[in-house]
Structure formats: structure tokens, C-alpha cells
């Protein structure tokens, strides 16, 4: 579909709403924005096969594809069957080698099989998984932003995270990460840019540079 707008597309993080991009803004006489989902993946569905579904949600030619944590792995994934304007990769990783030792380690024991997301319920747990980061006084930030507990969804993700494969940084990709992520700490090296104080949930917390900068990456 052609349209004078460009359409840009969000993709949250693992287990998260949309919602976490509430405070984003671009001129809307240049720009529409649209938020994607997570939908609940199919018995054994690959990342590729999932990715190739979410692409059926992206309904303009020649958009922006972003993606936050997990979802910065997914539109990677998504961008190998689509015609983008311009690919953003929010807070996650450029590829396998920069999972943290502790995921490798899942990988190599398939521990990631038996972590307890039964308790998905539970949003110290959900919270834990999705952001990593001190709970005690971000519950209520975790209430409003994670939207999916279900075991099937939560067991899946963790896997893909944990066994994705991808070698090197997508060529095309814009890398934006801050320098105090705890959950992806290795990203700030290489072609990357990098915001200075910015946590795993900066979409949030430093949506402002997002609003003044998003539009000048768009166009570069």
C-alpha cells in the first residue's frame, strides 16, 4: 500500500504492551505511528516462521520497523522478509555473541526448560524476566507495561532469546543502547549508538531523545 506518510511500527519487549510507547512522539504530518502486539506463537513455531507472521501486521511499503529487548531481536528477524525505510534495534542485542554468559549458559544446559514461568502470574517474576532490573520500587511500572503471562508465550521467548543464532549485526540496522543496561550489557561496543545513562527501559524513562532524534534517523 502507497501512502505520503511513512508508517513506523513499534515492537515492544518480551511480555510487554505497547503501551511502553506511549510518550513517543514524531510529527504527524510526516509520520504514523502503529503498535505491534505479541501474539501467542504456535506449538514449536521457529523465530523465523513467527517473524514471517508478525510481517503480516506491517501493511505499508517502505516503512520504519522498530523494536525494543526481545522485539529488537524479532524485527531482525522480520526485517529479512520486508522493504524498509529503515530498520531500529532498541536495547537488545546485534547478535549471538553479545548474549550475556548466564543466557549462553541456559543455552548450553537447556535450563531455560524448567525456569518457573508457571508463576508468570506473579508480576515479580514476569517483571524479572522482561526487565531485570531492582523490582521493589518499579512494581507498579511492571503492572501497567507487561501485558502477557501466559506460560506457553513466556517459555517460548525465553528459548528464542536464549538459543538465537544470528552471527553478525544486521548490516542495515541502527543499534541504539544505553550504556547502563543490566540486561544486555555487552551491546554498547561496535556501530552502536549509545545513550548515556539509559537502562534496559529507556523507551520510557528517555523517551525525549527518542522524540528529537528518531525523526533525524529516519531521514538520515
Same mark, same amino acid.
Given at each position: 500500500?502507497?501512502?505520503?506518510?511513512?508508517?513506523?511500527?513499534?515492537?515492544?519487549?518480551?511480555?510487554?504492551?505497547?503501551?511502553?510507547?506511549?510518550?513517543?512522539?514524531?510529527?504527524?504530518?510526516? +509520520?504514523?505511528?502503529?503498535?505491534?502486539?505479541?501474539?501467542?506463537?504456535?506449538?514449536?513455531?521457529?523465530?523465523? #516462521? =513467527?517473524? !514471517?507472521?508478525? &510481517?503480516?501486521?506491517?501493511? +505499508?511499503? #517502505?516503512?520504519?520497523?522498530?523494536?525494543?529487548?526481545?522485539?529488537?531481536?524479532?524485527?531482525?528477524?522480520?526485517? !529479512? =522478509?520486508? #522493504?524498509?525505510? %529503515?530498520?531500529?534495534?532498541?536495547?537488545?542485542?546485534?547478535?549471538?555473541?553479545?548474549?550475556?554468559? %548466564?543466557?549462553?549458559?541456559?543455552?548450553?544446559?537447556?535450563?531455560?526448560?524448567?525456569?518457573?514461568?508457571?508463576?508468570?502470574?506473579?508480576?515479580?517474576?514476569?517483571?524479572?524476566?522482561?526487565?531485570?532490573?531492582?523490582?521493589? !520500587?518499579?512494581?507498579?511500572?511492571?503492572?501497567? =507495561?507487561?501485558? *502477557? #503471562?501466559?506460560?506457553?508465550?513466556?517459555?517460548?521467548?525465553? %528459548?528464542? *532469546? *536464549? &538459543?538465537?543464532?544470528?552471527?553478525?549485526?544486521?548490516?542495515?540496522?541502527?543499534?541504539?543502547?544505553?550504556?547502563?543496561?543490566?540486561?544486555?550489557?555487552?551491546? &554498547?561496543?561496535?556501530? &552502536?549508538?549509545?545513550? %548515556?545513562?539509559?537502562?534496559?527501559?529507556?523507551?520510557?524513562? !528517555? +523517551?525525549?531523545?527518542?522524540?528529537?532524534?528518531?525523526?533525524?534517523?529516519?531521514?538520515?
Amino acid at each position: 500500500m502507497v501512502s505520503e506518510l511513512t508508517h513506523v511500527y513499534f515492537m515492544p519487549g518480551m511480555a510487554a504492551s505497547p503501551t511502553i510507547f506511549e510518550y513517543i512522539s514524531l510529527p504527524e504530518d510526516r +509520520y504514523k505511528i502503529h503498535w505491534l502486539e505479541w501474539q501467542i506463537p504456535n506449538r514449536d513455531e521457529t523465530l523465523q #516462521n =513467527y517473524a !514471517k507472521r508478525m &510481517c503480516s501486521f506491517i501493511k +505499508y511499503d #517502505n516503512a520504519v520497523l522498530l523494536g525494543v529487548s526481545f522485539g529488537g531481536i524479532l524485527v531482525q528477524e522480520m526485517s !529479512k =522478509y520486508l #522493504n524498509l525505510k %529503515k530498520l531500529f534495534v532498541v536495547s537488545s542485542v546485534k547478535s549471538r555473541h553479545e548474549l550475556p554468559k %548466564k543466557f549462553k549458559l541456559l543455552k548450553v544446559t537447556k535450563a531455560y526448560k524448567i525456569l518457573p514461568t508457571q508463576l508468570a502470574g506473579k508480576i515479580d517474576i514476569l517483571a524479572k524476566y522482561a526487565f531485570g532490573e531492582t523490582i521493589k !520500587k518499579r512494581v507498579d511500572l511492571y503492572k501497567k =507495561y507487561l501485558s *502477557v #503471562n501466559d506460560k506457553a508465550y513466556l517459555d517460548w521467548s525465553i %528459548k528464542q *532469546v *536464549v &538459543c538465537w543464532d544470528q552471527d553478525k549485526p544486521h548490516p542495515e540496522a541502527i543499534y541504539i543502547h544505553g550504556d547502563k543496561d543490566a540486561v544486555f550489557p555487552h551491546s &554498547c561496543e561496535g556501530d &552502536c549508538i549509545v545513550i %548515556k545513562g539509559g537502562t534496559h527501559v529507556m523507551i520510557i524513562n !528517555k +523517551y525525549k531523545w527518542f522524540n528529537e532524534n528518531l525523526p533525524k534517523l529516519i531521514e538520515s
